[in-house]
């Protein structure tokens, strides 16, 4: 009955604004596009995240509408977005009802605003929601309810095989061909294979532990080590599902020299990835650990590969990919000490023409958040940006991003760079076996890095392009 009515309305509104048509997107009309967003299940983003959204428009005049997102008239500079392009969002849709029951749960209508509107307005309110609605329909229709562990399974097994029963491509065309291209390589692990790597996950294999996962050391049957991670973050099963399949979205689209390389994946006993081994553990054991600290040289090639591996995740994917996590201790080092970015746990998308989005919970390394996100939520390339200074100056100083006493490095570190003392910002260690000008290279970065202002953040790309010269006078 209702359904009935809101149509009738809406073709009663369609008939008194004769040749116009409603864009319920990002673009042209940011009411109707906040109506889809908010219709939409919530379940299809991050799971314990919720998003600010504001897009950029096409063009036309901005319409103000109380308590609702408005369209930015075409300037990106303050556009904000939704992940709704997020791979979890892609995984989960594909799993067709395995991972989510969102075919069956209702969906609320937004708060109707207190002050009067146009009627365009509320004509593309009324059909942002009778899409949406179309939209839960059709995937309730298409996609019937099965066991959530058993979906995962045959889906994740599809992936590996190459043999794809579902067209999710009709779901997210831009992004799962991205998807398709890497995953033969995958390879899908049996549980007692991995307690045999392992020996049963002892404490003994035990290499790094975080909040969402654990990861442990492992020797396959054919000689092979392999670094295990095992996710054991808390919550219901839909949500470890959920950043799962996140993580495994992402990774899917990564296929970089400076970033950790996926063999393959488990979902029995558990929610298992398994990536190549890094003989030398990761940069934080190297730098803080009791083997003592690195040589300059290697230091100095650590950062440059560091910072390539971000320009890539930025601008070299698919779709640009926001780490959330750079640190000492999510950087992997091969045998040769060239450094992989690995954990993509917290990484989130930022969809074409979004400066930045705003998300929930905040999460991260207390050391490494910039200012604009560790107080209102907000990321873009330049969080990782500033996460990237403080590792320089880890690797400058040999001092933890924040110390025994919780003392920030970046707050002990500013007045000498402010000051130009090279002298009390390198590490003692190093005594003077360092080239003076990459040491002066790399706090220039640094100190253009973590500056307070994000847009004052040099990109990934400009460091790149700044330690370039260097690293082939090096080579």
């Not at 959204?53 to 904000?80: F, H, L, R, T, Y």
């Not at 950087?331 to 969809?351: C, H, N, R, V």
């Not at 910039?370 to 880890?394: C, R």
């Amino acid at each position: 009955m209702a359904s009935t009515e809101v149509q009738g309305v809406a073709q009663e509104e369609s008939r008194r604004s004769s040749g116009e048509t409603a864009d319920v997107g990002c673009g042209n009309s940011g009411l109707a596009a906040d109506a889809a967003v908010l219709s939409e299940d919530p379940s299809e983003g991050h799971s314990s995240e919720s998003s600010s959204s504001q897009c950029a428009g096409s063009d036309g005049d901005d319409k103000e509408v109380p308590e609702m997102c408005s369209k930015s008239g075409g300037n990106d500079e303050n556009s904000e977005c939704t992940d709704q392009s997020s791979p979890r969002a892609v995984l989960d849709i594909s799993v067709s009802g395995s991972v989510d029951s969102d075919e069956s749960s209702s969906v609320e209508q937004p708060a109707v605003p207190s002050r009067s509107v146009q009627p365009l307005q509320w004509r593309n309110l009324i059909s942002g929601i009778i899409l949406s609605r179309k939209k839960l329909m059709a995937r309730a229709v298409t996609f019937p309810q099965r066991s959530k562990s058993t979906g995962l399974k045959r889906y994740l097994g599809r992936m590996r095989s190459g043999k794809n029963q579902m067209d999710c491509s009709a779901i997210a065309p831009e992004i799962f061909p991205e998807i398709e291209k890497w995953r033969p390589s995958w390879r899908s692990f049996d549980y007692d294979e991995l307690c045999a790597a392992t020996d049963r996950f002892s404490s003994d294999n035990l290499i790094g532990k975080g909040g969402h996962a654990e990861v442990y050391k492992g020797r396959l049957a054919d000689g092979q080590f392999v670094a295990v991670k095992r996710l054991t973050k808390g919550g219901n099963k839909e949500d470890r599902i959920s950043d799962f399949l996140s993580e495994l979205g992402i990774i899917a689209h990564v296929n970089h020299p400076n970033a950790a390389q996926l063999l393959g994946f488990s979902v029995e006993g558990g929610l298992h990835l398994v990536l190549q081994f890094s003989p030398h553990g990761s940069l934080a054991s190297l730098l803080h650990g009791a083997k003592g600290g690195l040589k300059w040289k290697a230091r100095f090639n650590i950062a440059l590969g560091i910072a390539e591996g971000l320009f890539y995740l930025h601008e070299g994917c698919h779709r640009h990919i926001i780490h959330r996590d750079i640190k000492a201790s999510n950087i992997l080092l091969t045998e040769d000490y060239q450094p992989q970015i690995s954990d993509f746990g917290l990484a989130k998308w930022l969809p074409d023409k979004c400066t930045h989005q705003v998300v929930f919970p905040i999460e991260g390394t207390f050391g490494y958040m910039a200012p604009e996100y560790f107080m209102h939520g907000i990321i873009n390339e330049k969080t990782d940006v500033f996460a990237y200074g403080v590792l320089l100056l880890e690797l400058v100083t040999g001092r933890k991003a924040v110390d025994s006493s919780r003392q920030s490095l970046v707050i002990w570190a500013k007045p000498l760079l402010e000051s130009n003392n090279m002298k009390g910002l390198v590490d003692p260690s190093l005594d003077v076996g360092y080239d003076p000008e990459e040491m002066a290279l790399t706090l220039a970065v640094a100190s253009m890095c973590i500056h307070h202002s994000a847009n004052l953040r040099p990109s990934m790309k400009s460091v790149s392009d700044l330690g370039a010269p260097l690293a082939s006078i090096a080579e």
